[in-house]
């Protein structure tokens, strides 16, 4: 990670964000954005690794730059910031194409590791995610194998959803720690690549856009 | 199918009959009327072999055969000679004149004698054109092969059971009585007279068998109310009326069998009462009774008014007896459509209508005769009068009748429904699920009320009114009532009106509902907002500015708010949801501080819901306990226990390290807050400890209800 961005309107808060960034990668240089259309203004310049996005921000939510940021960069890592864990308040970030979450009020060690595992390619997965996502891939879904998850990894969110942690999820499943981080890294794709595709399907059915066929 | 081809045979052949036997007399063409105190006949019309010879007005008073002249009378004329001549002796002579006249009309050319001395000869046809057969004939024709083809039809589909047996001879009778009366009645003047005489036998046969068999179909339909044998019996004793009429030995000659009839009539009655409280309780079966007995009274009495009580008192009604029988035809009609079960539930107002309309003309009549009779009064003022006293009387009696009845028959209920209706919303509130059902039976107490897998379009009713389909209010399914008033009554369609008006109130009470509902919703949701922004952006700047002392207690501080934030709206959470959470946050708390956790939970526990207050609790004494154990005692290992046991859930969490056995522990607010938590789980909280281990042991119940978590937040 080379180079980071933080979105974020509380001073303080973009303050300690900037400094977890410093502590999981060392050398990095983090650029500070407190609106959206800043933070437009410096992806289109920077080649960035790593954006925080606070999903509160005074001209609007974050959740459209994630689209873009998800759209344009795609080698750029959306995270999310927030206070609130629950599903109800992530879900529409995740779908819109962020590859993880950060709990703003954890202590800098824990965010720091958090960083370091998505990082290492571990994306975080908490059971209410985990249970919501279960429902959106339906075991008979008729799509084609890119937006299906495999048995495995149906299993993995399974166990997510019980409340496993990555370690016991790969005991379980009887495959080493870093196959199971793939497992919900491939499942973050799907339902990314799932929720475009709803996204491009309404678009074209809403003549937004002129499809390729 | 061959039984109907049959009985389709038998009337046909009948019918032939009928017609072989009206058209055979020598036919003068010639429209006779007799006139009270009159010498002879007046001609009333003149066609086809008297056309141009006889004139209308002209009097007949005389019929020459031969060198002998055959008087006539008006009496000859007579349509019903029962009715004319009521005892032996003069129906016998009317006979013998009978006789007479036909062999005066058997010559080839009959000499009339009219009143100013002329003779006229004419020569008759051979038989009567049917043309010139009047409607009464055909009327009666009608009615002899319909009521014989309804009682055979009845009896064909119907063989298993006893009454339609009966039902099949009622239906002969009808045969045999209007069949003969049709030849007879509308005669042009005469018949042969032995003829004349069987065929007025066979008339009264007809009746007197089809009265028996009446009676012994109402012995056995809906039920047999005795031993079989009644019903030969029945008509054993009628057979020997009509042999005993036969022979001419009855007491009262033809008022006698007015009387057997009039009598039957009165045995029908009884026999109909008897039947009717034995069906009490039984819904379908009395209102298959009461269609029986309907149709019955409106013929049988509408027969018996017009035609034999004035007869009884002496005035000759034979004109009318054609239409009485028509009226008798109602019977069988009525009869075959309560057998094909038609509008049974109606049957209420019907009843009522039927009876009011029938007695009320029936009052009329017995009182114009009564003032006839007893007071002498003469024709038009009787009636007048009559009409009077009937109207000023008998009306307001109906109408107090009419309330009466109806209130009996809860007819009256719409009048109920306001208190109905606050009962079910205002009283006690039920969840808008519930309110539909619980009118419809406050409404018909009904012995069933079953959810519909289809919701019916409107309120209907079906079963031959023992159902009462009603569609569903919203995403709640329909209804079906069944068995109205525990079972007493069938549902009528003020029934259904009732129900759809009272389904279209509670329909807008729940959507108003729905709207409080949503709004409070929306409520909800800008204080979860207002609390996120405002509350939540000043405590995450006091978090990153404070020291880890403080930090520890502001990030408590922000699990609150989610927490409360959450519970603002939120429905109760299964118990394996929220373990879930626990169990993550455990894991990854445990992992930063490189803790090893074993997580036991005993398979399956009960599917369980945690309302907020719950939720919030729970969650709060977990963390505290966590905390405490990371925090003081340096473990290398926590162990959680969850096991269900007599509707509550016991949890113990064990760790192990460097303990203080409890007395030496502090009590800080944590353990405070966590014993009062548990408190107001309504559990009980245990901490056991001894060197190197500490075990803490929580016993929370879940069956209860829920404190009241799901009343919505006021506002305002």
Known sequence: ?213 | MRMLSLALLIAALAIALCLVLARSPPYLGLRLNGDEGAEGVRIERAHGPSAGRLRAGERIVALRNGSAAVPLQPDDLAIEPDIAFADYQPFDAFMQRQQALAEALAQSAVPLVLDDGRVVEIIPFHGRPIRDLPFEFWLQVFVAAAGWLLGASIWAFRREQAASLYLMITGLGTMLMAGSAAIYSTRELALPGARFLWLSRVNHGGALLCMAAFIAVLFHYPRRLGRGLWGPALLAIYLLIWLADLLQILPLANRTVQGAFLGGVALAAAVAAWQWRGTRGDPLRRAALQWFLLSWFVGTFGFMVIVVMPGMAGIDTGKLQAYGFGMTWLISLGLALGIARYRLFDLETWWFRAVALVGGGAAVIAVDLAFVSLLGLRQPAALTLALAFAGWIYFPLRQWLATKVFQRFGLLRMRDIPRLLREVIADTPLEAEHLLPESLRRLFAPLQLTPLARTPRKVRIAGNGSMLLVPGIGRWPGWEVRWADNGTRLFTRQDAQLADAVRAVLERVVAYQDAVEQSIERERNRVAADLHDDVGARLLTLLHRADPEQAQAIRETLASLRLVVHGLGAQPQPLVDALAEWRAELHERCEAARVGVIWHEAAPLPEWRLDAPQQLHLARVLREAVSNALRHAAPTRIEVRLAAEAGALRLSIANDGACLPPPQWQAGNGLRSMRSRTQKLGGELTIEAEEGHVVLRLRVPLDAPPSGADKPLRIG
């Open chain 1, 1 to 213: 990670m080379q180079r980071g961005l933080v979105i974020e309107d509380l001073a303080t808060t973009a303050d300690w964000l900037s400094r977890a960034l410093h502590e999981a990668f060392p050398g990095i240089v983090v650029e500070h954005a407190e609106t959206l259309s800043d933070a437009r203004i410096i992806l289109q310049r920077s080649m960035l690794d790593i954006a925080l996005v606070d999903l509160d921000l005074p001209d609007g939510s974050g959740i459209d730059l994630i689209n873009l940021i998800s759209a344009r960069h795609p080698h750029c890592h959306c995270i999310v910031t927030t206070i609130y864990g629950d599903d109800r308040h992530l879900f529409p970030a995740l779908r819109a194409g962020a590859q993880g979450y950060l709990l703003k009020d954890q202590p800098v060690e824990r965010l720091v590791a958090a960083l370091q595992a998505i990082d290492r390619g571990e994306p975080p997965l908490s059971p209410a995610i985990a249970r919501r996502l279960l429902g959106m891939f339906a075991p008979n879904d008729p799509a084609p194998a890119e937006r299906k998850l495999t048995a495995r990894e149906r299993e993995t969110l399974v166990l997510i959803a019980k409340g496993l942690r990555l370690a016991e999820v790969a005991e379980q499943l009887g495959v080493t720690r870093n196959t199971a981080a793939g497992f919900v890294k491939a499942i973050y794709r799907k339902f990314n690549i799932s929720s475009r595709a709803e996204a491009a399907l309404e678009a074209t059915r809403l003549g937004l856009v002129k499809s390729a066929f």
